[in-house]
């Protein structure tokens, strides 16, 4: 037998048959959130925050909106009752914020919990003790009934010491730790035994929190324990159902969102996902699921980088740069067909419409990113990654024909460096490709009009000047007439683009030409001041760029080739 052996596992239990509806709903608002960052976060932490880190986490949480947080386990941590104490006297809990402690089912620990929290004005008391069977038999050794009096003395004690502090706005939350592996009629019983003790009321409600404290199948069974646990408890309108996943495999978050289909209101999560082994529920991450189909979150997530950095620099875990939403790389396209398909998609957004831009799921404006990174070149980008640089950058807008004609050279040039280009290297490799300004260059053009276009061009080669003339229809067909009867190289126009660039350029003006040469193909490129000097400047770049060529038939093949492939 190998050591990697499946049959050593078993599935996990399965809920009984029951009215299954969650598949068939939608979901239309966003939950309760709440932040478990300074608690099941820091307990994760190979080095736990100090209370410095704390308050900078706590800061940036309110910051984001959350309205509930789990601040620690005072009982049980100096640091922790020292930061509850500081939020308490130093009056950091704004109004509408309400802040949670946890505490195991012991009532010095119990009485310990509400010291650190006099002088609040409204405080959760999470309560819990582990219920599954694994628990149950190897850790307490107990059967059901000596686990359920653990959590019945618990909610007796914390109900006794409420009491005491009547001017407190309380509330009592439960969690059966373990509720993804616990039986799931032993789950509601057990809570039924501690809504005994509370009882709780349409107005005062209590929180019944299961946890998937350990992933032990897919997302899809979580939903069903929770739909099953919500048909099955009594006392549904005086109980808010919450849910706490980890990410054991992997399915923190949609296993959070199936929860919410199956009927839990509230959400215990961290934000960018920390805590115990594989992490928590990653609050960012299904806020910005839910953002993405409309459903406003209710939490400010405009500012990424912001909770990125204070995430970071609490913890000192770096976040991947492919995380969900706000990695540094989500909004990077290296794909050709990608890249092409973002830039077509982006032309066409109307600003008064839904988002529909391939391969951008949200628009990254939203969240404070822009499309400087959107499109990045390397040697396994295609033609629309270069053409979005040009134009994003240099309003320069390559006819399909130059596309084809400069994506090898930019490739080439990627794979020489081994990394990628920017849109500068990209624009100066298009110049250095197809443009020639010697040993053929303009000086100087005169138009003139009657029943054609006549042209009078000085132009200047290897040193002299010469003067033609020549007529046609347009200032181009002018030149070659000129040219053809000056040197007897026959030159035609295939295809020809020309556009105007923007204020910050030195050049007013682009153009393109593909020529034909003496039965030779060409592209070439040139800008100026106005578009018929770019168009002139082009051609005779065209016919430098082939006369060059001659004697290396090679190169002028590749040229020609990739321009009409």
């Known amino acids: 037998m190998t050591a990697f052996n499946h049959r ?70 100096q640091p922790d009752y020292d930061f509850v104490r500081w939020l308490i006297e130093e009056d950091q809990i704004p109004e509408d914020v309400t802040i949670a402690v946890l505490v195991q089912c012991r009532e010095h620990l119990i009485e310990k919990t509400f010291e ?18 694994t628990q149950r038999e190897r850790v307490f050794e107990m059967d059901r009934d000596g686990i359920t009096n653990i959590a019945v003395s618990g909610a007796q004690w914390v109900k006794k010491h409420a009491d005491r502090y009547p001017q407190v706005n309380w509330r009592f939350q439960y969690s059966p730790e373990s509720f993804s592996s616990t039986e799931i009629d032993f789950s509601l019983a057990i809570c039924e035994a501690v809504m005994d003790v509370w009882q709780p009321t349409p107005d005062n409600k209590c929180i019944l929190n299961l946890p998937n404290t350990v992933e032990v199948a897919g997302p899809h069974h979580h939903a069903d324990q929770i739909e099953y646990f919500c048909q099955n408890i009594s006392r549904r309108d005086s109980v808010i159902i919450s849910v706490h996943t980890h990410n054991d495999r992997g399915g923190a978050v949609a296993a959070a969102e199936l929860a919410l289909l199956a009927g839990a209101e509230r959400v215990e999560g961290t934000l960018l996902g920390n805590g115990e082994r594989t992490g928590n529920m990653d609050i960012v991450t299904l806020a910005m699921n839910l953002y993405s189909q409309g459903i406003d979150p209710g939490l400010d997530l405009s500012r990424p980088d912001e909770i990125i950095q204070v995430v970071t620099e609490c913890t000192g875990i770096t976040m991947h740069p492919r995380h969900p939403w706000v990695g540094e790389m989500v909004y990077t396209a290296f794909s050709g067909s990608h890249q092409d398909a973002i830039r077509k998609s982006l032309k066409k957004q109307g600003d008064d419409e839904p988002w529909q831009v391939a391969y ?206």
Request: proline share 4%; aromatic share 6%; charged share 25%.
């Open 8 to 77: 050593k596992y078993s599935p996990a239990p399965r809920v009984p048959a029951f009215n299954r509806q969650w598949p068939d709903r939608d979901l239309e608002s966003a939950p309760i959130w709440v932040s478990e960052d300074l608690r099941d976060g820091n307990q994760a932490l190979l080095e736990p925050m100090s209370v410095a880190q704390k308050k900078r986490f706590w800061k940036q949480i309110i910051r984001v909106g959350i309205k509930e947080v789990m601040v620690g386990f005072p009982s049980a941590s």
């Open 116 to 133: 650190a929290l006099v002088g609040v004005k409204r405080a959760i008391i999470h309560l819990y003790n582990s219920t599954s069977t």
């Open 360 to 565: 951008l799921p949200i628009d990254p404006r939203d969240i404070g990113r822009d499309y400087q990174a959107v499109i990045r070149v390397n040697s396994q980008s295609g033609k629309g990654g270069m053409a979005f640089l040009l134009e994003r950058d240099y309003g320069i807008s390559l006819p399909r024909w130059m596309m084809l004609a400069l994506a090898p050279h930019v490739q080439k040039e990627s794979e020489r460096l081994s990394g990628e280009l920017s849109s500068d290297s990209i624009r100066r490799l298009l110049f250095a490709t197809f443009m020639r300004e010697g040993p053929l260059s303009l000086v100087d053009y005169r138009l003139s009009r009657a029943s054609e276009e006549g042209l009078s061009i000085t132009l200047e080669q290897d040193g002299e000047r010469l003067t033609l003339e020549g007529s046609g229809n347009g200032a181009m067909s002018a030149f070659m007439n000129a040219w053809q009867r000056h040197s007897g190289q026959q030159v035609g126009i295939l295809d020809y683009s020309e556009h105007s660039l923007g204020e910050d350029s030195e050049a007013n003006a682009i153009a393109f030409v593909q020529l034909n040469v003496d039965g030779q193909r060409v592209c070439a490129v040139a800008e100026d001041s106005d578009t018929v000097s770019a168009s002139l400047k082009a051609v005779i770049s065209g016919i430098n760029l082939c006369n060059e060529a001659s004697g290396r038939r090679d190169g002028l093949t590749a040229l020609t080739d990739n321009a009409t492939a």
